[in-house]
C-alpha cells in the first residue's frame, strides 16, 4: 500500500483516483482498513491540502473535534457534540469533515456479514439483536447514523461545501436503495472542504448513551432556535441524521421489538432540549 501526501487541493485531488482513498485524522478509516472493510491500493492523507480552523461561521473540514470543542464561536449545539463524540484522544486526532463521513456502528456490518448494506439480500438486525439500531427509515436496512456531529449541524441547517458544489447539510446524506447502497451522496473523489454554520439565537445538544462518557448515541438530540422557529435532529435513530419536525414525529417511528425504548428516550431528551433553547 502507498500512502501520498499532497500539499494542495490540486495535488490532492490528482492523487484521489482508481484504488485511492483520503485520510485525515484517521480515527474513522485506520480501523476499517484494518478489518478489510475498506480496501485501498493508495491512502491519500489529505491533512495539509484541506482547511483547518475556524473564521466566523465558517469551519475548515481538517479542524479537529477537540479545536470546536473549546472554541467560543462555535454554537453550544456542535459544541456539546464535539465534546461527547468519543475520548480525549480521539478528539485530538477525528477531524470534523470526517465524523460527518463516519460509517455505521451496526455489528453485522462491521463483522462482514453478508448483509443488505454489503450487497446482501436481508438486513440480520431485523431478526437479531437490534437495540441500537434504527427507529426511522429501518427497511431494507436497520443501521443507526453514530456522528453527534452530523445531528447538531443538521439542526444548524449548516451548509456544505466541497471541491466541486456547495449543498445543505441534508443533501450530504441519502438512504441507501437496491440500486445504490451508499450513505452519502459524494461523488468518487469529492472533498468536504469547509462548512458554513449559521449562528442560533440558542441550540443545545443532549444524548443517551450506555455509558457516561465515549459511547455512541442510543439517541441524540439537537435542537436549534432561530428566527424561523427550532430545528430539531437526532442521532442514532435512522441511517441518516434525522431531520424531525417536532415531537409528535416520533410517532412516525417503525421500531423493532427491541429499540422501541428509544422512543421514549428521545421525547424526554427533546422537551428538555427544548426547554434549554427557549426564549
Not at 458554513?196 to 455512541?216: C, G, H, N, Q, W
Request: net charge neutral; charged share 25%; aromatic share 4%.
Amino acid at each position: 500500500m502507498d500512502i501520498l501526501r499532497p500539499d494542495s487541493l490540486e495535488a490532492a485531488r490528482a492523487a484521489l483516483k482508481n484504488g485511492s482513498v483520503a485520510l485525515a485524522g484517521g480515527t474513522e478509516l485506520v480501523p476499517l482498513l484494518r478489518d478489510r472493510i475498506v480496501e485501498a491500493d493508495t491512502i491519500v492523507e489529505i491533512r495539509h491540502a484541506v482547511p483547518r480552523g475556524i473564521q466566523g461561521t465558517r469551519i475548515g473540514a481538517g479542524t479537529t473535534l477537540g479545536e470546536l470543542e473549546v472554541d467560543p464561536q462555535i454554537p453550544d449545539a456542535l459544541r456539546e457534540a464535539c465534546r461527547l463524540a468519543a475520548s480525549p484522544q480521539l478528539r485530538a486526532m477525528g477531524t470534523i469533515g470526517g465524523n460527518l463521513l463516519q460509517a455505521t456502528r451496526c455489528w453485522y456490518w462491521r463483522l462482514k456479514y453478508p448483509c443488505w448494506l454489503h450487497g446482501g439480500g436481508r438486513c440480520f438486525a431485523h431478526e437479531g439483536l437490534h437495540r441500537e439500531h434504527a427507529v426511522f427509515a429501518n427497511a431494507p436496512c436497520a443501521s443507526a447514523h453514530p456522528s453527534d456531529v452530523a445531528a447538531a449541524l443538521l439542526a444548524l441547517g449548516a451548509t456544505v461545501r466541497t471541491d466541486r458544489r456547495e449543498l445543505p447539510i441534508a443533501e450530504l446524506y441519502r438512504l441507501p436503495t437496491g440500486d445504490d447502497r451508499r450513505m452519502t451522496g459524494l461523488e468518487p473523489g469529492e472533498l468536504i472542504l469547509e462548512l458554513e454554520v449559521p449562528m442560533p439565537a440558542a441550540s443545545t445538544y443532549l444524548k443517551a448513551m450506555d455509558r457516561k462518557r465515549f459511547a455512541f448515541a442510543l439517541v441524540g438530540v439537537a435542537a436549534a432556535r432561530s428566527p424561523e422557529g427550532t430545528r430539531l435532529a437526532l442521532a442514532g435513530m435512522a441511517p441518516i441524521p434525522w431531520l424531525l419536525e417536532d415531537e409528535s414525529a416520533l410517532d412516525e417511528a417503525t421500531p423493532l421489538p427491541g429499540n422501541a425504548y428509544k422512543l421514549e428516550i428521545a421525547r424526554a431528551l427533546i422537551r428538555r432540549a427544548l426547554v434549554a433553547v427557549a426564549p
